[in-house]
């Protein structure tokens, strides 16, 4: 066989590349075994970080080792790790190393998931994940989707396939609905008056009467109601939308229930959050993230639709030079599944996780993020110096200090930050600032809570 790399500009010896790739394999087995012993987040000096990892263009070849090396003593570390057992801001990334195993796989062999004529096992291989994870979640059979980078994507590309099937209307969401879904409408030419905030109630839910009544409202002004976005568990506090209801009112008036469960949806995997999320199977469409709670590496979300070839209606292009490319019955094209054409695939690291684990496992590591936040609202009832603000709700719990202000709870924050013994997120609920853990990490312990409620404490 001929030496490729001999006349290859960008060639490398074989046996180099092995040695670089074990090298390569061996930092991410370590940081899986010792990540915990390091920081949950830490960030650098903007201009320390560009001294050390810019300079001038490289005119030269350099070595390839001493650059894998910078990557992870500079790059690498200089992050929010969202693996970490004590990384509860915002919502975590607790990534597994089959996952990992398949993006690599993915990776090393350039694969493509756009066409099924340049990529049908890869294609085949989404076509299974999005059949498997549509019945761990209890999705009705039927359901089509496509994976893309994450909810923000996944969102857009769910609405502009409501709106390209129902036509312009209204789009109702509530003052809980992340903030992502408001830029994503406002970007496919909403306009103002097309988007309706709702109020949600006193446990941050928004409620099937609140919808009812605007989309009366509005039908008796004139207007033409269209979407109802509602949400499988808030960013802010974990709440569930009365999704059932709402579905209710959502057929009673012919309009599309969009479902955001970027973080929440997993929680069906389980018994005690499919009870949560009930009326979540009738959506029209839902989004989830797998790289959350499904313990995914990022990126990966999914979008799914309830009726076949939705997306495909909404997406589907077949310019001059792909008039060459002819689909057989069962064969999909992903690139006209949503707005990206060439996309990697996103379905390996999910295909491996569920072969190498099995649902059995995945259900009880999402049921575990659940008991972790209750365990968390037991630990801070017990302590006279926190006040739980809402309960433990699909992982998360919020809490905050009598007498502390904003700037405390921040202070509290960057505190612990710097310390860099864990990572939580301050928010603000109906005004009040309050303190957010989200546990979804099955790797998190009991102790890793009470000694960041400690640090907490003790930080003002």
Not at 152 to 163: Q, V
Not at 333 to 353: P, Q, V
């Amino acid at each position: 066989m001929p030496d490729h790399a001999e006349t290859d500009a960008l060639g490398m010896p074989v046996d180099e590349m092995r040695a670089l790739g074990y090298w390569v394999v061996d930092r991410v087995v370590e940081h899986f075994r010792d990540g915990a012993d390091g920081p949950a987040i830490s960030s650098g000096d903007p201009a320390e970080l560009r001294e050390l990892l810019g300079g001038p263009l490289p005119e030269q070849p350099g070595d390839p080792l001493v650059a894998l090396r910078t990557l992870l003593d500079v790059a690498l570390q200089r992050m929010q790790h969202g693996d970490h057992p004590r990384y509860f801001a915002r919502v975590p990334g607790p990534s597994s190393y089959a996952g990992v195993l398949g993006e690599w796989l993915g990776t090393g062999f350039n694969a493509l998931a756009s066409s099924w004529g340049g990529g049908a096992g890869p294609a085949t291989v989404e076509l299974v994940v999005l059949d498997w994870l549509a019945a761990l979640l209890g999705l009705p059979s039927g359901a089509e989707g496509v994976i893309v980078s994450g909810g923000s994507l996944a969102n857009m590309t769910a609405l502009a396939a409501a709106r390209a099937e129902r036509g312009a209307g209204i789009a109702y969401l509530s003052d809980q609905t992340h903030a992502s879904i408001r830029r994503a409408l406002v970007a496919l030419g909403f306009a103002a008056d097309e988007i309706r905030t709702l109020a949600t109630d006193e446990l941050m839910r928004l409620r099937a009467t609140t919808v009812a009544e605007a989309v009366a409202a509005d039908r008796r002004a004139g207007r033409r109601p269209g979407i109802v976005i509602g949400t499988a568990g808030t960013t802010n506090t974990g709440a569930v939308d009365e999704l059932e209801q709402i579905a209710s009112v959502c057929a009673s008036e012919g309009l599309w229930l969009h479902v955001d469960g970027a973080y929440g949806a997993p929680a069906a995997a389980c018994d005690a959050g499919r009870a949560v999320l009930a009326g979540m199977e009738l959506a029209d469409s839902l989004v989830m993230d797998p790289h959350k709670w499904l313990f995914a590496p990022y990126d990966a979300g999914i979008v799914f639709v309830r009726r076949a070839g939705t997306l495909e209606r909404a997406f589907s292009m077949r310019p001059e030079y792909l008039a060459d490319v002819q689909l057989a019955p069962g064969t999909v094209d992903f690139g006209n599944r949503g707005l990206e054409l060439s996309r990697r695939t996103r379905a390996f690291k999910l295909w491996m996780m569920l072969r190498t684990y099995g649902a059995q496992s995945i259900r009880a590591a999402v049921r575990r993020g659940m008991e972790l936040a209750e365990i968390a609202q037991r630990l801070i009832d017990a302590d006279p110096r926190w006040r739980c603000v809402t309960p433990a709700q699909l992982g998360i719990v919020t809490f905050t200090r009598d007498g502390w202000d904003a700037a405390d709870h921040a202070a509290a924050v960057a505190a612990l930050t710097a310390d860099g013994y864990a990572a939580v997120t301050s928010t603000s609920l109906r005004g009040q600032p309050a303190l957010r853990l989200c546990t979804i990490n099955p790797r998190t312990t009991e102790a890793d809570i009470a000694g960041t409620l400690g640090r907490l404490a003790r930080a003002r």
